[in-house]
T-cell receptor
Framework: DAKTTQPPSMDCAEGRAANLPCNHS???????VYWYRQIHSQGPQYIIH???NNETNEMASLIITEDRKSSTLILPHATLRDTAVYYC????????????FGRGTSLIVHP | GAGVSQTPSNKVTEKGKYVELRCDPI?????LYWYRQSLGQGPEFLIY????????DSGLPNDRFFAVRPEGSVSTLKIQRTERGDSAVYLC????????????FGQGTRLTVV
């Protein structure tokens, strides 16, 4: 699976949008982009995934660049409960899938 | 509950002892993963089961670590002759099957070796 690069930390004001970038310049055509987050003392939680098109669900939006070499996870109205470590993972379709985590981005949402 | 359940939530053991950590995946999920997470690090892959068999155990650090899933549901991670360096949070996750889909994680077992 392609490797990803994320900034180690970010902060955001409560109520504002949090935009978390991820670089995956070696991504191949059959690889999806997945995002998970891990709130302190909990297991990772799935947020969203996408292949080419932008995706939105009740938690977040995922914007994937046209060349697919990078993506941005958007939390449109961050709350204090969104403080967590966010992981961007790239994986192939089908077959065995082993989520491989880097160090992620530690997002702190402040009042 | 409907989620992945791990027991115990906390385990303190003495160096050299044997421990077992249990994972109850979501019912019907055929894929099961074990991870280990140290402070400030992302989860580190240990072993992956597809059904009853270990499809990939390349992440197990040494032969003191072993995991089983005899009936394709509950899994047990076993650590022999524990060392202080084994102290970490051990996470279990399950997925419905192969292909596209999310993995659901348990809350983890915090293992402390003293």
């Amino acid at each position: 699976d392609a490797k990803t690069t994320q900034p180690p930390s970010m902060d955001c004001a409560e109520g504002r949008a949090a935009n978390l970038p991820c670089n995956h310049s070696t991504i191949s055509g059959n690889e999806y982009v997945y995002w998970y987050r891990q709130i302190h003392s909990q297991g990772p939680q799935y947020i969203i995934h996408g292949l080419k098109n932008n995706e939105t669900n009740e938690m977040a939006s995922l914007i994937i660049t046209e060349d697919r070499k990078s993506s941005t996870l958007i939390l449109p109205h961050a709350t204090l409960r969104d403080t967590a470590v966010y992981y961007c993972i790239v994986r192939v379709t089908g077959g065995s899938y082993i989520p491989t985590f880097g160090r992620g981005t530690s997002l702190i949402v402040h009042p | 509950g409907a989620g992945v359940s791990q027991t115990p939530s906390n385990k303190v053991t003495e160096k050299g002892k044997y421990v077992e950590l249990r994972c109850d995946p979501i019912s019907g999920h055929t894929a099961l993963y074990w991870y280990r997470q140290s402070l400030g690090q992302g989860p580190e892959f240990l072993i992956y089961f597809q059904g009853t068999g270990a499809a990939d155990d390349s992440g197990l650090p040494n032969d003191r670590f072993f995991a089983v899933r005899p009936e394709g549901s509950v899994s047990t991670l076993k650590i022999q002759r524990t060392e202080r360096g084994d102290s970490a949070v051990y996470l279990c996750a399950s997925r419905r099957d192969r292909g596209v889909g999310e993995a659901f994680f348990g809350q983890g077992t915090r293992l402390t070796v003293v």
